[in-house]
């Protein structure tokens, strides 16, 4: 199996365990879907954030869910009424969801090496959109629905054809 199809398939099951898991949420993966989809389809506010890695591979982890769904992923996670919440309350789960799938995807992916995880920070979806900035960089791109929206993850990995290595793609 090519590196990236192991990568995508690390991502998969990191995001059916979390999100099964820990938010209780169900979920499938359509044969088809990008985040495009979801800020086209969005008809509410969308939530964004980055997670910035480095190691054998470097790059960037993204999510973007619409607020909805957001809110009903943290009242799952901190047994909390949805009116309960407040958007620090809904951040820090996004954030804290994406520390999960980013780390348990590397754990799935190359469990020998170390990864270094930078800290999540909430961005506007239209940086997921432009993160890709050249040609030696590499994407995947996962759409998941559940019962209650659809919810998109992306990677970026750049790789420098000279060395034969992966370099980082701070983006």
Request: proline share 4%; charged share 25%.
């Amino acid at each position: 199996m090519k590196k990236m199809e192991e990568l995508k398939k690390a991502m998969k099951d990191s995001i059916s365990e979390i999100l099964e898991t820990m938010f209780f949420m169900p979920l499938e993966f359509p044969e088809e879907g990008d985040i495009g989809e979801i800020r086209k389809s969005a008809q509410t506010t969308l939530l964004s954030a980055q997670l910035k890695y480095q190691g054998p591979i470097s790059g960037s982890f993204f999510v973007v869910a619409p607020t909805p769904l957001a809110r009903e992923l943290t009242a799952n996670l901190l047994g909390l009424e949805n009116k309960d919440l407040n958007s620090e309350h809904v951040e820090a789960t996004l954030k804290e969801l994406l520390n999960m799938v980013t780390g348990k995807t590397f754990s799935l992916y190359d469990s020998k090496s170390t990864f270094d995880l930078g800290m999540p920070q909430m961005i506007s979806s239209n940086e997921i959109m432009t993160s890709l900035t050249d040609d030696l960089s590499e994407e995947i791109e996962l759409v998941a629905k559940t019962v209650d929206g659809i919810i998109g993850f992306k990677v970026t990995v750049v790789w420098d054809h000279g060395t034969g290595k992966y370099q980082s793609s701070y983006c």
